[in-house]
């Protein structure tokens, strides 16, 4: 069941005196332009259609919507959900439970009314976290300075001045995301054709592409306009614990016979803690909005396992 929706309509700033990656601004956070709290207590939610164009009045600029993030969270189960919608209308459904789901609508500056720089425009989001990412996740190709490469990683590459004009074919370059960043796997590329003037070619007979015919890469050419965001996906971590290392004990040979058996099983205060331990060092990879949840299980399995010695002692001494 779903028992809470925050939602928010967010927009995503071309301003490039802050940087075009959102988590690299220098500006701070988007702006927030409505928000509210939506209490479906059902297994069933569907939104109100978000806006699709928004003319924000600090800078006097229109922007228009591209996407729906929602990340859900069972607080019983400590399962979550996440997933990317493209419609202004966003739903989503869970059975059993208590859902409490983080939905935002993101809406980007819209060039055709406003007026802009002939660039290529890149991002990187994860969407389990629902949320932009820093990270270096591009390398651009030709780019004998490291420049492009640079710019690219930045979310800003000017196709006038960075991309020679002329020839046939005529130049070009290739932005191609990384498949692997810390803890992220490459998902896709998401782009607006229709949405002009964000997807513009200067030359019908060589159009810049996304996703094609590579997957992880986007082809512009001199005066293309492009705007793209590149979707990872967080990669689960392997919990496993290396074998940890024992006091020696001097009845091996007894217990084992000589060797000839293997030495029976660990007390299983030993697994408890083992567990424990796993799950405090699992809480380094999870999501942050994971990790306290998954610290709070970690110290009541420790918690569970210190019981399980202080009844061990008891047992001992009524022997």
């Known amino acids: 069941m779903i028992t809470t929706v925050n939602w928010q309509y967010i927009l995503l700033s071309g301003d490039p005196g802050g940087g075009f990656r959102v988590k690299r601004r220098k500006s701070g956070s988007p702006p927030t332009v ?3 709290t939506d209490i479906p207590m059902s297994d069933n939610w569907v939104s109100a259609a978000a806006p699709p164009q928004i003319h924000y009045v600090p800078d006097n600029k229109d922007y228009v919507f591209v996407f729906w993030s929602l ?11 996440a997933q990317i919608q493209v419609g202004n209308i966003a739903n989503d459904s869970h059975v059993g439970g208590q859902w409490t789901i983080s939905a935002k609508a993101y809406y980007v500056w819209n060039l055709g009314t406003d007026g802009g720089d002939n660039a290529l425009l890149i991002d990187a989001f ?4 629902g949320d932009f990412i820093p990270d270096d996740f591009v390398d651009v190709n030709p780019d004998p300075n490291s420049t ?8 800003y590459i000017d196709t006038v001045t960075s991309i020679a004009q002329g020839g046939a074919p005529p130049s070009a370059i290739t932005v191609a995301a990384r498949d692997v960043i810390p803890a992220k796997k490459f998902g896709y590329w998401l782009y607006w054709p229709n949405l002009s003037p964000w997807f513009f070619s200067n030359d019908p007979k060589f159009p810049a592409t996304v996703g094609v015919p590579n997957s992880h890469d986007i082809v512009v050419h001199y005066n293309d306009v492009v705007f793209s965001i590149a979707f990872y996906n967080e990669t689960k971590q392997s919990l496993f614990v290396p074998p940890r290392e024992y ?3 001097p009845w091996w040979w007894v217990k084992t016979r000589g060797g000839l058996v293997p030495p029976g099983p660990p007390p299983p205060w030993i697994q408890e803690f083992g567990a424990a331990l796993a799950l405090a060092d699992a809480a380094i990879s999870v999501s942050p909005r994971l990790r306290s949840r998954v610290l709070e299980v970690a110290l009541e399995q420790l918690s569970i396992a210190s019981d399980t010695i202080k009844h061990r002692i008891e047992s ?3 022997e």
């Open 126 to 129: 994860d969407i389990q976290a």
């Open 71 to 81: 990340v859900a969270y069972d607080t019983q189960s400590l399962q979550s959900a």
């Open 34 to 36: 409505g928000s509210g």
């Open 316 to 318: 001992l001494q009524d």
């Open 148 to 155: 492009l490469t640079a710019g690219a990683n930045n979310g």
């Open 247 to 249: 006091l020696y004990d």
